[in-house]
């Protein structure tokens, strides 16, 4: 063993180990490069420079032991936090996903309108040498032109071929296109605006109809603005990431595009009664589910210590059973306990002859998350608690067993003041935990009930996390921003608290 | 016999109603499994009829390739618990016995960043792990290989801090002996330290195997594949449409895939709760 650390072949070793892993980061480097991920390319560019300086110089021993677990934090965590944040002072959600020039791009598109008269004609698809062109026939007036995205020429009725319904299928110069050709032709033909007459032109409906626009919606890019050619209506960038009237702030153009709104995301969660009493619901229910679910399972794994403390018989086994819970992996034992509380042929119903439709009212929907939760997390703290009774020196309760104290006393006394003081940075880690505890509630109840008619989106269950969950990938509207900025206030909540406990569990006095 | 009763009768009530508690769900789950009907239901307590015809349909029927994700998830959860200790520990044996500038800063900055909630960050990841599969498809989004590095990443936080709690409880003397005799910090760290440690190295890695076995929302995000699923999230779908509910499989899977689960953590359950408590967090 000893010749793998020191000596020639551990620095043989090391090299080809540093110069491999370089080797396959320069190559991702390079591609991301190639790919324009300039962020995710500096990153890897800068993770082989430090890699080969920690590892063939002797720049500095501890950073040896650190690179690896600081490169994959950066990538991983710390680099998405940073992200979060940048995301939570934007206007970023559904209908302003996109970056503002493609949303300019996606309304001049968008931004137009068959022209008053409604006119369309019959057409072919073709090309004029290289380019996309269309044989437009006016039937009526036995016209016919050849158009492109630049230029419309007119073509003698003389020189085209007619089908039987009269209309242009080939022309001098005009190529048109083989079956093959047109079954993929749709996207890029429609994109195209033919010309026509002025400011109108033919836009494709399917293969062979066309219908005589106009741009409605113009961009004029010296003053970053559209303009309506109809009516006259001014569209300005609102500075929220949409272009708005002028006239009516409140009619804008879709799409809009991802805009910085700085702090708006946080001020709404405190203004906007729309944004602000869901959530205050749900934190309410976050902090009563995380407090019943820290009194209930150490309640009843304290209970259980206490009755075990004594080598009965059997022990070992009781023992064994009641860590089953724990063993579990979790996600299978949530899934199994949602499918007991089905109303109509769940176990639980069928146990107690009742019909309790548990999911679909909010009191029994929360009852049955905080059972759950209780039967997922009582076996830890048994496990602790036992372990601390074994802890407490057996002196004192002898001690006031001789003063004489009766075992209520002495549990109530020396017992239950001692463990707490123990237990209680493990009990607040507890509640940090499950004021988190997003696997139990996604998986069980969804959040659910949630009354669907008046669209809102958090359930009687919900804790903040599922429910930020939901604003930000939700079926119907995601608001990242605003998911992102929840967070944030989450992490400053939870990190508080670990901090208080930590504090009270004196680790921090080891930092010194 | 009085005293008997009196003394130890109330903790045998307790113990026994709170194993029958803890033991009800999974005591359904095996007559379910046994049950060709693929309810989840009780007709009644003593099961009717044992039927293999669940646990069959895993290994045979082609479109459930059950073998393939457990396979999947020992692979993934397997890799995680190795590399992020071999990784983890590291960084936890120069938080804990090197003298360095910045080292009361490096911890308060960990433990701030392994207390953000990870499920936040996933559309950030999601995000990132889109724009790598531009240029790397073998470790961008889809793959088991970058679900892999995010998961790394993830546990990373969490890890090193765990593994700091149980370097702090070991005596330093022994490397501060190795020191005296000349040895560098490097191999102190593989010579004394990995040796000394491997007990409680083994437990954290446990603990990231079952963490990861547990995970779901990432797993199910970033596997579309069916053949590159994990357990959870491939039985998972046998449950998950609202009308095609069936227990049988997922019954018959969810067992096969928990038992050495739970044989090793009762094997183990000793050294688990020590690093519980220090940690005191389960994935």
């Known amino acids: ?512 | 016999m009085k005293i008997w009763l009196r003394q130890n009768l109330w903790r045998h009530l307790i113990g026994i109603s709170i194993c029958l508690f803890s033991l009800f769900p999974l005591y359904l789950v095996v007559i379910s499994s046994f049950n060709s009907s693929g309810s989840l239901q009780l007709t009644s307590f003593i099961p009717t009829e044992i039927s293999f015809s669940n646990y069959k349909m895993l290994f045979s029927d082609p479109t459930i390739p059950y073998l393939t994700w457990v396979k999947n998830s020992l692979i993934i959860a397997g890799a995680v618990a190795v590399l992020s200790v071999a990784i983890g520990s590291a960084s936890a044996f120069a938080f804990s016995r090197l003298q360095f500038k910045g080292r009361k800063l490096g911890i308060q900055l960990l433990l701030l960043v392994q207390m953000f909630p990870a499920i936040l960050a996933i559309s950030a990841v999601y995000v990132i792990m889109e724009r790598v599969y531009k240029f790397a498809p073998e470790i961008g989004l889809g793959t088991q290989s970058g679900l892999l590095l995010v998961y790394l990443g993830g546990a990373m936080g969490v890890n090193i801090w765990l593994l700091k709690g149980f370097v702090d409880s070991i005596p330093a003397e022994l490397d501060e002996a190795a020191k005296i005799d000349g040895a560098s910090s490097v191999q102190t760290f593989w010579l004394i330290f990995v040796p000394l440690a491997s007990p409680v190295l083994a437990v954290v890695a446990l603990l990231s195997f079952i963490g990861t076995f547990n995970e779901f929302i990432l797993a199910r995000l970033f596997l579309v594949d069916m053949e590159s699923r994990t357990v959870a999230v491939g039985l998972q779908q046998f449950i998950g449409g609202q009308y095609s509910e069936n227990w049988g499989p997922f019954a018959a899977g969810s067992i096969l895939a928990s038992i050495p689960i739970v044989i090793i953590f009762l094997s183990l359950q000793k050294y688990i709760v020590s690093g519980l408590t220090a940690g005191s967090v389960k994935g």
């Open chain 1, 1 to 512: 063993m000893n010749f793998l650390i020191r000596g020639r072949v551990a620095l043989v070793l090391k090299i080809v180990i540093v110069s491999l892993l370089s080797a396959i980061l320069l190559m991702l480097t390079q591609s991301a490069f190639a790919q324009r991920e300039y962020v995710i390319a500096a990153y890897l560019a800068i993770s082989v420079l430090i890699l080969a300086l920690t590892y063939l110089t002797k720049i500095s021993i501890p950073l040896k032991f650190f690179i690896p677990g600081i490169l994959l934090l950066t990538a991983f965590v710390i680099g998405p936090i940073l992200y979060t944040v940048g995301m939570s002072g934007f206007n970023y959600k559904t209908g302003n996903i996109i970056s503002k020039t493609e949303a300019i791009e996606l309304i001049k598109a968008e931004g137009t309108e068959a022209s008053p008269d409604g006119i369309a004609f019959d057409l072919a698809l073709g090309r004029i040498g290289s380019e996309q062109a269309i044989l437009v026939s006016d039937v009526t007036n036995l016209k016919y032109f050849v158009s492109t995205g630049k230029t419309r020429t007119e073509v003698n009725p003389a020189d085209v071929t007619l089908n039987e319904y009269g209309v242009a299928i080939a022309a001098p110069n005009f190529t048109s296109l083989d079956d093959s050709e047109l079954s993929g032709a749709d996207k890029s033909y429609s994109e195209i605006k033919f010309k026509y007459d002025g400011d109108f032109f033919i836009a494709l409906e399917g293969l062979e109809t066309g219908i005589v626009s106009q741009q409605v919606l113009k961009y004029e890019a010296t003053n970053d603005q559209f303009v309506n050619l109809v009516d006259g209506t001014l569209y300005k960038d609102n500075g929220r990431g949409n272009y708005a009237s002028v006239n009516d702030e409140s009619t804008i153009l879709e799409p809009g595009w991802r805009a910085p709104i700085w702090f708006e995301n946080y001020s709404k969660i405190f203004t906007d009664p729309r944004v602000r009493e869901p959530l205050v619901r749900v934190f309410l229910w976050t902090i009563t589910f995380a407090l019943l679910t820290v009194i209930t399972t150490f309640a009843l794994g304290l209970l259980l210590a206490l009755a075990l403390n004594k080598p009965i018989r059997g022990r070992r086994i009781y023992r064994s059973i009641l860590v089953l819970p724990y063993a579990m992996p979790s996600v299978m034992s949530i899934l199994i306990w949602g499918g007991m509380f089905n109303t109509e042929f769940g176990a639980i119903n069928t146990l107690f002859g009742t019909d309790i439709a548990w999911f679909s009212d909010p009191n029994f929907a929360r009852t049955a998350v905080i059972l759950v939760n209780l039967w997922l997390g009582f076996p830890y703290f048994y496990l602790i608690s036992s372990g601390s009774l074994q802890a407490i020196p057996s002196e004192l309760q002898e001690a006031a067993a001789i003063d004489g104290a009766n075992p209520r006393q002495i549990f109530r006394k020396i017992t239950l003041p001692l463990l707490m003081q123990i237990l209680s940075p493990l009990l607040i880690a507890s509640f940090a935990f499950n004021f988190n505890n997003f696997n139990l509630i996604y998986l069980l109840t969804g959040g659910g009930p949630r009354n669907n008619l008046d669209g809102e989106i958090a359930g009687a269950t919900d804790i903040l996390i599922s429910y930020t969950y939901k604003i930000a990938f939700g079926s119907e509207t995601q608001d990242l921003g605003l998911a992102s900025a929840i967070s944030l206030i989450i992490f400053v909540l939870v990190a508080s608290i670990s901090l208080y406990s930590l504090r009270k569990s004196k680790v921090l006095e080891s930092f010194a």
